[in-house]
């Protein structure tokens, strides 16, 4: 317990500093701008944000993106991982197959907008489809690399003690791929969120993204501001509970940094 409460002690007093400096720039940044009278301060968005806490209108905003993005990167992991496994274990497949990942992965996926708004519409699921198409990418490539890297003599002590696909899939390429999966989808995380307000920001009445926009547009920018900070505590919260999930089913990592 008092191990515990001795490492929290100090993360806390680096996010209070963090959050104090932030707090710092954004009124320097705001008073530059017509004394104030444009952007609101750090206590004035502040406050309007806790406010906009008690408003279910902010809660169907959030929680509409919120489902978009979760949808979107559960979505990812889903085909991307699996299929980054099977691309670095199997070199055969990889060979066929790693042209084309590497030949459309720098693409920047967001100029494929108009295509997938033409093929499926202006609802979520052109939203999601982007935006699953983006993370599961950067996911794809991170598991990929990572099994492939992985040293041989693990898979061949497995099958030398007579281990066929599933336990070697289980015990070897799993625990290798999950860090990487991990680590992948939690800096696919920023730009999940960024693509989400860029597709949110047109042909839809609900979501952070539209808030921001429809703020912005009627120069409320007390209204801006709170979108902006809904749809950071919602980035914030993913990464958070990305690092949870890893910490829970990568325990060993844990224990490697320890010793």
């Given amino acids: 317990m008092n191990h515990s409460a001795n490492a929290l002690l100090p993360r806390l007093v680096r996010l209070g500093a963090a959050v104090a400096v932030l707090a710092l720039t954004w009124w320097a940044v705001s008073k530059g701008f017509r004394q104030g009278h444009v952007l609101p301060g750090p206590l004035q968005a502040a406050s309007a ?29 889903v085909v991307a991982f699996p299929l980054g496994i099977l691309m670095g274990s199997h070199k055969k497949l990889d060979a066929w197959l790693a042209p084309l990942v590497f030949l459309t992965y720098p693409i920047p996926k967001i100029v494929l907008l108009p295509v997938v708004l033409l093929l499926f519409g202006l609802g979520d699921f052109s939203k999601v489809f982007l935006i699953a198409l983006i993370v599961g990418y950067q996911v794809l490539v991170a598991v990929r690399d990572g099994v492939a890297g992985l ?56 979501g952070l993204g539209y ?18 900070l809904g749809m ?19 325990r060993w990592q844990g224990a490697r940094r320890r010793a």
């Fill in 49 to 77: 944000f806790f406010g906009a806490l008690a408003s279910k209108a902010f809660w169907d905003h959030f929680f509409a993106s919120a489902l978009r993005v979760i949808l979107a990167m559960t979505a990812a992991w």
């Fill in 151 to 206: 040293n041989p003599k693990y898979v061949d002590s497995v099958r030398t003690l007579g281990g066929g696909p599933w336990p070697l899939f289980r015990h070897v390429f799993l625990p290798a791929a999950l860090p990487y999966g991990f680590t992948a989808l939690r800096l696919g995380t920023g730009t999940g969120i960024a693509v989400l307000f860029f597709v949110e920001s047109f042909a839809t009445s609900r």
């Fill in 232 to 250: 950071s505590l919602l980035g914030a919260a993913l990464f958070e509970t990305i690092e949870v999930l890893e910490k829970t089913l990568c």
């Fill in 211 to 228: 808030l921001i926009m429809d703020a912005w547009g009627r120069l409320h920018y007390g209204d801006m501001i709170m979108g902006i």
